[in-house]
Structures are given as structure tokens and as C-alpha cells.
């Protein structure tokens, strides 16, 4: 079995070099590891490899250039707006690393659903480029980001860092998974993501053990409506939110349903947000009322629970 980026032709390079006897043990040690749990490349379905060179090149280009993404998430709250909009107000700003599709969006249901955490040396480097962007409207503006970009984070977002809180977990997704994965990409590049000021209600951490709570056909009007009050800020969260500056982080954006509850319960205890971040944003689906696109590559089957995937 082979790690992230590998294959046969990148382990013939490194065998190229002298290293003695613990060569033969390690390729052995990695047979064995195929034989008793089986990989496959989470991009183009390889044998025996997390993710072939191919796909991590791609995922790699795929990931490079931070763009704004507000535009696709019809559930995102309005806020104050430095931008020169008329009424002064605007979205939410969100910079996503990439769009969610292909090799991106299998990579994050693989690192996700199916913990292959080796994937995270590809994924914690486009989510922290998401985060450095929303932190730095002037590069942005200077041309460095996606064309899109446009001035609208200018003195909501300041150089000092801010809190970076992600989305609570509910007890089915801690149930389903043995880590959490925005919290896990944040620190696998130095990120700190500020826990225990956020956590979900008790009713809403009853009915996502319940069948029929997944969000994913649901459309923004249905998501927000489903979300809001499922959230609630702590009592350290109280002593420590109010005029903190934040940025939400989350893995994927799709109608932004997630990231308004999350803004909503901040600001009611006086928490400035700045923005937010993510890995990968959804297309819109404008033929389907509002809801995110879903593309073949997509279509696994692999389980979402409230937060996943639904920003």
C-alpha cells in the first residue's frame, strides 16, 4: 500500500537511494498492509494506493488559487457591507480553496467518511490557503486572488488573527467518525481551531440520532429553517466571544444553512465574524430550486450527517 502521491513510478525513484536494510521491510510492511485492508486511490479508484501521483497532482492544481464563493450559497446571512453596496449590506464573505467536484470531492468524502487521514497532507494545505485568503483582503484585492474577489472583507477582516471556530459535531457524527475533520486539517498545518464555544442543543443532538435528519436533499429555505436554533453558544463561549473577532471555518460550503446558524448564535453574544473559509464550495443546481449540484463523481452513497457537507 502506498501513501499519498505514490505509485509505481515514485517508488522506483525512491528505491533509487541508499536506504539499507529498512527498504525490503517497509515495501513488505506495505504489501502486508494491502493484503489485510485493501486501498484504493480515492480519485480514480488505483489499487493500492491512498492517492495516486496523478490524482494528487491534479487535486494539487485543483486547490492552488482561493477564490471568493459567496455567490453559490443562497442561505447565507447578510451582514454589514464596506463594499459601497447600496443598502449596505452584503453576504457573508467565503474563499473556498477549490470547487466541489471531481477528485476534490471524492478526496474529502474519502478523508471524511472513510477516515483516510493520509489525504489530509493534501487537504490541510488548500483549506489553510482558504484561511490566509480570507485573512488577507489586501493581497486579494492586488490581484493575487480569484478575479472574483472584490473589497468587501477591507475592515471587517484585520491582520491580527482571528478565532477560527468550526461547527460544532453532533453526537451522530462523533458516533460515525473517530475524529473531527476540520478540526484535524486546521492542525495538521499549525492552525488552531477554538473549541467548546459552540455546541449543539440537546433537541437537535437528539434528532440527528434519528432517521430522516440528513440535509442533503434539502434545499437552502429547507436547511436554514431545519438549523436554525440547533445551535448554542457555551459558557465559556460567553465570557470569551464577546468582541472577538472570528472566521467560521467548515469543509465544504453548499447552501450556507450551517455557517448562518453558526454566524447567528455568535453575533447574538457580540462576536465580530469576519468571514469564513472553507475547502471546497458547491455549485449551485439552479434547476433544482436553490439546492447544491450533485455530480456523478458524488453519487457514493457515502453518509452525511447534519454538518457534513452542508455549510
Same mark, same amino acid.
Given at each position: ?26 515495501? *513488505? ?45 443562497l442561505a447565507l446571512p447578510l451582514v454589514p457591507s464596506s463594499a459601497g453596496e447600496d443598502d449596505g449590506m452584503g453576504v457573508l464573505p467565503v474563499v473556498a480553496a477549490a470547487s466541489y467536484d471531481g477528485v476534490v470531492a471524492r ?16 487537504? #490541510? ?96 429555505? *429547507? ?52 468571514? *469564513? #473559509? ?34
Amino acid at each position: 500500500m502506498t501513501a499519498v502521491g505514490e505509485d509505481a513510478g515514485m517508488g522506483a525513484h525512491r528505491s533509487s537511494r541508499p536506504t539499507g536494510w529498512t527498504s525490503p521491510l517497509r515495501r *513488505a510492511a506495505r504489501e502486508l498492509a494491502g493484503v489485510l485492508s485493501p486501498v484504493w486511490c480515492a480519485g480514480c479508484g488505483r489499487e493500492d494506493t491512498v492517492l495516486c501521483r496523478d490524482c494528487a497532482q491534479l487535486l494539487a492544481e485543483r486547490t492552488s488559487s482561493p477564490f471568493r464563493a459567496e455567490d453559490q450559497a443562497l442561505a447565507l446571512p447578510l451582514v454589514p457591507s464596506s463594499a459601497g453596496e447600496d443598502d449596505g449590506m452584503g453576504v457573508l464573505p467565503v474563499v473556498a480553496a477549490a470547487s466541489y467536484d471531481g477528485v476534490v470531492a471524492r478526496a474529502i468524502l474519502a478523508f471524511k467518511d472513510h477516515e483516510v487521514v493520509g489525504l489530509s497532507r493534501l487537504l #490541510a494545505p488548500a483549506l489553510r490557503a482558504a484561511v490566509e485568503t480570507a485573512g488577507e483582503p489586501q493581497r486579494a484585492r492586488d490581484g493575487e486572488g480569484h478575479p472574483g474577489w472584490d473589497a468587501g472583507l477591507q475592515g471587517r477582516v484585520q491582520q491580527a488573527g482571528p478565532l477560527l471556530v468550526t461547527p460544532p459535531p453532533t453526537p451522530a457524527s462523533l458516533l460515525r467518525r473517530s475524529h473531527r475533520p476540520v478540526d484535524h486539517l486546521l492542525r495538521a498545518v499549525g492552525l488552531r481551531p477554538t473549541g467548546g464555544l459552540v455546541t449543539v442543543t440537546p433537541s437537535a443532538a437528539l434528532r440527528s440520532l434519528l432517521p430522516g435528519g440528513r440535509q442533503k436533499t434539502r434545499g437552502s429555505v *429547507a436547511r436554514r429553517r431545519a438549523l436554525r436554533g440547533t445551535l448554542r453558544v457555551t459558557a465559556a463561549g460567553r465570557r470569551r466571544l464577546p468582541g472577538a473577532r472570528v472566521l467560521l471555518v467548515d469543509d465544504v460550503l453548499t447552501t450556507g444553512a450551517t455557517l448562518h446558524e453558526l454566524h447567528r448564535v455568535l453575533r447574538e453574544v457580540g462576536a465580530d465574524v469576519s468571514g *469564513a #473559509a472553507v475547502v471546497a464550495a458547491a455549485r449551485r443546481d439552479r434547476s433544482a430550486g436553490g439546492g447544491p449540484a450533485r455530480k456523478p463523481s458524488e453519487s457514493s452513497g457515502f453518509p452525511r450527517d447534519e454538518w457534513s457537507d452542508s455549510s
